[in-house]
T-cell receptor, first 115, second 112 residues
């Protein structure tokens, strides 16, 4: 099976712009979670989608949003970018929501740099 | 919500020695505890996991132990090798809560 894929892999934006990142889960996986990874903060949970519904959301401002499509592909959007949004954004897929003890498989990440 | 603390933040061992990384969690309802290894520039990869109905699980040189009473779990790597050098993350999730909380990571360096 193909693994989790994310596009784009690298992105450079300027403050105030918005960005959309995409994640394609492993075939058959219906749950997609998003994480922000920074050197000082580790892996921070953003949100999780299952069957096109956001099931949970971490402690991030409303500028961070996401959605999931009927084919389980997910996108996350960050509006009004700030310098502090520079990070590696990882998505992970699992068969069912992670709270059920399902193994999550990570994508390669999108490295976002905000100038 | 769940809070996961991980120690130490950095760990350096000599090749062949053992390495132990410990995590504590706050919510006694947590029932799934995976460990991920992330090599430089790569994605986190699951290396072992444990569910709350068992106390220990082994996979070759890697083992994880869980103490539900004390709410902590540990990763044990024996006979470490230079290729074990990476950042290791623990995580915990609660059934039905639909999110995974990660520890801050431990940078393990195995010196040849």
């Amino acid at each position: 099976k193909a693994g989790v894929t994310q596009t784009p892999r690298y992105l450079i934006k300027t403050r105030g712009q918005q960005v959309t990142l995409s994640c394609s889960p492993i075939s058959g996986h219906r749950s997609v979670s998003w994480y922000q990874q920074t050197p000082g903060q580790g892996l921070q949970f953003l949100f999780e989608y299952f069957s096109e519904t956001q099931r949970n959301k971490g402690n991030f401002p409303g500028r961070f949003s996401g959605r999931q499509f009927s084919n389980s592909r997910s996108e996350m959007n960050v509006s009004t970018l700030e310098l502090g949004d520079s990070a590696l954004y990882l998505c992970a897929s699992s068969l069912a929501p992670s709270g059920g003890g399902e193994t999550q498989y990570f994508g390669p990440g999108t490295r976002l740099l905000v100038l | 919500g769940e809070n996961v603390e991980q120690h130490p933040s950095t760990l350096s061992v000599q090749e062949g020695d053992s390495a132990v990384i410990k995590c504590t969690y706050s919510d006694s309802a947590s029932n799934y505890f995976p460990w991920y290894k992330q090599e430089l520039g790569k994605r986190p990869q699951l290396i072992i996991d444990i569910r709350s109905n068992v106390g220990e699980k082994k996979d070759q040189r890697i083992a994880v132990t869980l103490n539900k009473t004390a709410k902590h779990f540990s990763l044990h790597i024996t006979e470490t090798q230079p290729e074990d050098s990476a950042v290791y993350f623990c995580a915990a999730s609660i059934h039905g809560n639909n999110d995974m909380r990660f520890g801050a990571g431990t940078r393990l360096t195995v010196k040849p």
